[in-house]
């Protein structure tokens, strides 16, 4: 079955503990990238990545770091989380880098960083 | 101002009601349109996509573009409880780089 997973699905934690996202897509999609969904803001992007050891900012990267260093997985990388950054997050792929191709996400991690 | 503005709702109707939901946006570079579903716990899936102006049907789903006016419709039509969702518009532009801007979505409920 074609999907994005993302582990874990669910993580209470503290301020400055260290904490990765995993996100992982079976369809060798090319676009890849990391959104997060905020009541009364939407979905906004973190980071996006285009390729294989490609990536850049989204509107809100502050805070977060990734790595594309396999096609398939895409992580999310909190160094120092703090409570701004509690929300939920989604992954997603895309099969290549063209706009009018569909995204499939994920289906969220719920953060809250106390 | 926000790029894409969509009524959050609630929006409660009764089961085979014709629901629409609307986005209007102020960026003319939009050329590509999407809604998406989003269930409780789950990701968006995408429902409909329609490229520029004009209309596509997808069985009870109607998507309408107006560049015109910069307004997007999404049309439901029979109504059933299993639409309840938050359904979110989404556009976007030529470009490899481009992004997808999303709306807050819309939060409806479909009663027996």
């Known amino acids: 079955e074609a999907q994005v997973t993302q582990n874990p699905r669910y993580l209470i934690t503290v301020t400055g503990k260290k904490l990765t996202v995993t996100c992982s897509q079976n369809?060798?999609?090319?676009?890849m990238s990391w959104y997060r969904q905020d009541p009364g803001l939407g979905l906004r992007q973190i980071y996006y990545?285009?390729?294989?050891?490609?990536?850049d900012k989204g509107d809100v990267p502050e805070g977060y770091k990734v790595s594309r260093k396999e096609k398939r997985n895409f992580p999310l990388i909190l160094e120092s989380p703090s409570p701004n950054q509690t929300s939920l997050y989604f992954c997603a792929s895309r099969i290549s880098t063209g706009s009018n191709q569909p995204q499939h996400f994920g289906d969220g991690t719920r953060l809250s960083i106390l | 101002q926000k790029e894409v503005e969509q009524d959050p709702g609630p929006l409660s109707v009764p089961e085979g009601a014709i629901v629409s939901l609307n986005c209007t946006y102020s960026?003319?570079?939009?050329?590509?349109f999407m809604w998406y579903r989003q269930y409780s716990r789950k990701g968006p899936e995408l429902l409909m996509y329609?490229?520029?102006?004009g209309n596509k049907e997808d069985g009870r789903f109607t998507a309408q573009v107006d560049k015109s006016s910069k307004y997007i419709s999404l049309f439901i039509r029979d109504s059933q409880p299993s639409d309840s969702a938050t359904y979110l518009c989404?556009?976007?532009?030529?470009?490899?780089?481009?992004?997808?801007?999303f709306g807050t979505g819309t939060r409806l409920q479909v009663t027996l």
């Open positions: 369809m060798n999609h090319e676009y």
């Open positions: 990545s285009m390729n294989v050891e490609v990536t």
């Open positions: 989404a556009m976007t532009y030529t470009g490899t780089a481009s992004k997808l801007t």
């Open positions: 960026n003319s570079a939009f050329q590509y």
């Open positions: 329609t490229y520029s102006s």
